[in-house]
C-alpha cells in the first residue's frame, strides 16, 4: 500500500525558511517521480516542483530560485526546501507521486504552511 507522510510546515514570518519532508513507504522509490503540490484556499490545487526518478528537477516560476526539490532513494524520502517564503507561498502542501509514465495519483495527506508577519 502505498504512503506519504509530510511533515516539517509551520508558520514563519515573510522572508523565512521551512524544510519539507515526506517519508514514504509501499512502493519502488527510486524509479518513481516525486512532486510537491500546494493549494491555497479557494485556489485550485497548483504543482510547484517535481524530480524524475533520474533526479531532475521542475519548478514553477513562480519559486524558480527560491524552493528547492531533492530525493533520498536511501530513505525512500523527498524534501523541499523552501527560502525567502512570502504570504503568496500559505497553503497546504502535499507530497505525491507518480509510478512511470503515469500522472501523479499517490498523495500525502497535506500540511498547511503559513506565511505571516
Known amino acids: 500500500q502505498v504512503r506519504l507522510v509530510e511533515s516539517g510546515g509551520g508558520s514563519v514570518p515573510p522572508g523565512g525558511s521551512l524544510r519539507l519532508s515526506c517519508e514514504t513507504s509501499g512502493f519502488t522509490f527510486r524509479i518513481y517521480a516525486m512532486a510537491w503540490y500546494r493549494q491555497a484556499p479557494g485556489k485550485q490545487r497548483e504543482l510547484v516542483a517535481s524530480?524524475?526518478?533520474?533526479?531532475?528537477?521542475n519548478y514553477t516560476n513562480s519559486v524558480k530560485g527560491r524552493f528547492t526539490i531533492s530525493r533520498d532513494n536511501a530513505k525512500k524520502s523527498v524534501y523541499l526546501q523552501m527560502n525567502r517564503l512570502n504570504p503568496e507561498d500559505t497553503a497546504v502542501y502535499y507530497c505525491?507521486?507518480?509510478?512511470?509514465?503515469?500522472?501523479?495519483?499517490?498523495w500525502g495527506q497535506g500540511i498547511q504552511v503559513t506565511v505571516s508577519s
Open positions: 505525491a507521486a507518480a509510478s512511470p509514465g503515469a500522472p501523479f495519483d499517490s
Open positions: 524530480i524524475s526518478g533520474g533526479d531532475v528537477p
